[in-house]
């Protein structure tokens, strides 16, 4: 069991399966009504502290959220936004050889269903609506990265398999954004909901805070906007279970 009180903490969340529910398509995505008015009240009770870490570019957060977080980690931690109005820093990226889009555009010809969504580190090959294509993408994908001496790897997603840079993840974003006001001195709380996540857990534990996942933790998205809301309704301690240290 973990004690979490937004006094203390500071909340590093992701967007898609954590705080909205999964939607057919990334631009489907619906926000429920009340988490913008849960996210202003957990802001206030965290004195700021309070961050999204998604895959998704930081403009898109921008568009579903507006300025309600403080911070936006973006791109799986390749952006960061560490305060509201500043500038959208880049981790400087290998460039993705133009053949890989090619050949993944040729695939998703080939695999009815299969989409490409461009991303400025990479690339994703979706396969949520023709799942008989993931064991070809991922050999796709596992021949371009193997030519590259570690500078790219696959990243498993939700029925999809994401081709990105190695070395900068979640886990990067949340030591990054603890390092300063208003997150530094806090612990560190980070929910996720699929393996994209699993390094914001880990790097959330390692700086003394706690990590949790959906469904392990919160059995859904649901649950865990219900969650956060009562962290602002009581005084008292709130307990849920989680990954801690």
Same mark, same amino acid.
């Given at each position: ?46 004195? *700021? ?7 998704? =570019?930081? $403009? ?23 305060? !509201? ?12 050889? =133009? @053949?890989?889009?090619?050949?993944? &555009? ?25 799942? &008989? ?35 900068? @993840? ?13 997150? $530094?001195?806090?612990? !560190? ?31 859904? =998205?649901?649950?865990?906007? *219900? ?10 301690? *709130?307990?849920?279970?989680? &990954?801690?240290?």
């Amino acid at each position: 069991m973990s004690s979490v009180r937004p006094s203390e903490a500071a909340f590093l969340l992701d967007f898609d399966g954590t705080l909205v529910d999964i939607a057919p398509t990334p631009e489907s995505v619906v926000v429920p009504p009340d988490l913008k008015d849960t996210l202003r009240r957990l802001r206030d009770a965290c004195g *700021n502290a309070l961050a999204v870490v998604s895959g998704r =570019p930081v $403009s898109q957060i921008d568009e579903f959220l507006g300025d309600i977080p403080f911070a936006v980690a973006g791109e799986h931690g390749i952006a960061i936004r560490r305060r !509201p109005g500043g500038p959208v820093e880049r981790v400087a990226l290998p460039p993705v050889p =133009p @053949d890989w889009i090619h050949e993944a &555009e040729e695939l998703a010809a080939a695999w009815p269903g299969v989409r490409v969504e461009r991303k400025v580190g990479g690339f994703v090959l979706h396969f949520r609506a023709a799942p &008989e294509a993931e064991a070809a993408l991922r050999k796709a994908a596992d021949a371009w990265i193997a030519t590259t001496d570690g500078a790219f790897h696959v990243q498993a997603a939700k029925m999809a398999w994401e081709i990105r840079p190695a070395g900068v @993840d979640k886990g990067y974003a949340v030591a990054e954004l603890m390092q300063n006001a208003p997150f $530094s001195g806090r612990k !560190p709380v980070f929910v996720g909901d699929d393996v994209t996540d699993e390094e914001g857990v880990k790097a959330a534990v390692r700086l003394g805070g706690a990590g949790f996942r959906i469904p392990a933790d919160f059995p859904t =998205p649901t649950a865990f906007r *219900n969650w956060l809301a009562s962290l602002t309704e009581t005084s008292g301690p *709130n307990n849920n279970g989680g &990954e801690d240290a």
